[in-house]
């Protein structure tokens, strides 16, 4: 028993040990799993900062909805009248009085349910603009994701061609050496070979800027290795049928909520030119006795207060007509917005369009022809009849065509995305 026990330390430390490597362990195979675009999605928008603080904002205007509907706080009021100064004290004078008094002052006409409605309509368009956050983030996110992964693609087929452009060297200094090549030919292939060297250097730097701009979405996670299927997406719904879902875009409620918020300001303003009012209710204490005697008796008051809004040229006037003007702002504000978001939708939709014909003309014709033709000038070089500067042109023609490829697949995917949000597509 006591051997166990003095060997407990060490076998504490060496369970720490092994469970901090199965740990270390643990996070190095998690890197390596690829970062699927959906899962880049759910990072992005769990915890969105951008949208939180909307919300936020949204909620204090709402508290501020409540607070605007109620009335002002009310005034008391504690005086001491009429006391004398020279000569005498609180029972000398009968209107020496010690006074108590409220007052509770009244906003003009429905002055408060239209602040309310104010508030609450700054509070609805802050919401609506945080629905709009999610679908920029999510097309942000896509779209730094599509980046990263067409540099990651770009990479492994240029990688992966470069051992195909070494051969050629070899094969070619070969032939030189037995005097069935130039050194002119020889030259140019160690040039491309150079050229592809300087191409992926080119590609990293790119890589690593794309990786950047993804971590701002989805943070260290960028780190892992890009999934490399492009996400399986349906096709875009008709044109027609995405305008109309436009008209339910976030921003488009925001403006609307926008143009409520400016009509509660004119009515507060028309609400203005009526009059406010305060009542006061006062009570006075008079010590002492009269003449004859009996007691002094104390004072009841009731008072209304009234404003006049007789002046109203450069103050009432020019509030409603300030009102006025920021409704019509809001107004032609929503229908700018309305027409750069159809204008959008429409050059997006037809990008998507064209996109989607030259990659299947890519796949039926231009990508087995390339490969075809690269191949046809490297077999009549080594039968003399092609020259060598056609087979580096075969070879890095078709190098350029399967690169084209995935860029049209990433700018299609772009397209698609912008349509998403744009349309209110699901995920």
């Known amino acids: 028993m006591s051997f166990i026990c003095g060997q407990s330390p060490r076998i504490r430390n060496f369970l720490t040990a092994v469970a901090g490597l199965l740990f270390a362990a643990s996070v190095a195979a998690q890197q390596d799993i690829p970062l699927t675009l959906y899962a880049a ?3 992005a928008l769990k915890n969105e900062p951008g949208r939180a603080a909307l919300i936020a904002k949204a909620e204090a205007l709402e508290e501020k909805s409540v607070a605007a509907g109620q009335l002002p706080d009310p005034v008391l009021r504690t005086a001491l009248l009429n006391f004398p100064i020279q000569s005498g004290g609180f029972t ?13 002052a009244f906003p003009p006409g429905h002055t408060r349910a239209a602040s309310t409605r104010r508030f609450e309509a700054l509070a609805g368009e802050l919401r609506q603009s945080a629905d709009g956050r999610d679908r920029d983030v999510l097309m942000s996110v896509r779209q730094a994701w599509l980046d990263t992964y067409y ?23 070969s032939l030189y050496s037995v005097g069935r090549a130039d050194q002119q030919d020889l030259l140019r292939a160690e040039l491309e070979l150079s050229r592809i060297d300087d191409r992926l250097i080119d590609i990293e730097k790119q890589q690593a800027r794309a990786v950047a701009a993804l971590s701002e979405w989805v943070g260290q996670q960028a780190g892992r290795p890009i999934a490399e299927k492009l996400p399986a997406w349906q096709p875009a719904p008709a044109l027609q049928a995405l305008q109309e879902k436009l008209l339910n875009h976030p921003a488009l409620h925001a403006a609307d909520a926008r143009i409520d918020a400016r009509q509660a300001g004119i009515d507060i303003a028309e609400e203005s030119f009526k009059p406010g009012w305060s009542l006061d209710l006062g009570y006075g204490y008079r010590n002492g006795r009269l003449a004859n005697g009996s007691p002094r008796s104390d004072f009841v008051t009731v008072a209304v207060t009234m404003d006049l809004p007789f002046f109203r040229k450069n103050r009432q006037d020019r509030d409603l007509a300030a009102a006025v003007s920021e409704r019509r702002a809001a107004r032609q504000s929503k ?11 429409e050059s997006e939709y037809a990008q998507w369009a064209d996109l989607n014909r030259r990659i299947e003309l890519y796949e039926r014709q231009i990508l087995p022809l390339s490969g075809d033709h690269a191949r046809a000038t490297l077999v009549a070089y080594q039968s003399d009849a092609a020259d060598f500067a056609d087979v580096m ?5 078709d190098l350029n065509t399967r690169v084209d490829h995935v860029r049209l697949q990433v700018e299609r995917a772009k397209a698609y995305a912008a349509i998403a949000n744009l349309g209110g597509l699901p995920r």
């Open 41 to 43: 999605e759910d990072l």
């Open 92 to 104: 000398t004078e009968g209107m020496t009085q010690a006074q108590l008094g409220i007052r509770q």
């Open 151 to 173: 540099w990651q693609r770009a990479h492994t087929i240029v990688n992966q061609s470069r051992p195909l452009f070494a051969d050629l060297v070899t094969v070619t200094r």
């Open 335 to 345: 229908q700018e917005l309305l027409r750069r978001l159809k204008s959008r939708l």
């Open 393 to 397: 042109h075969g070879y890095i023609d």
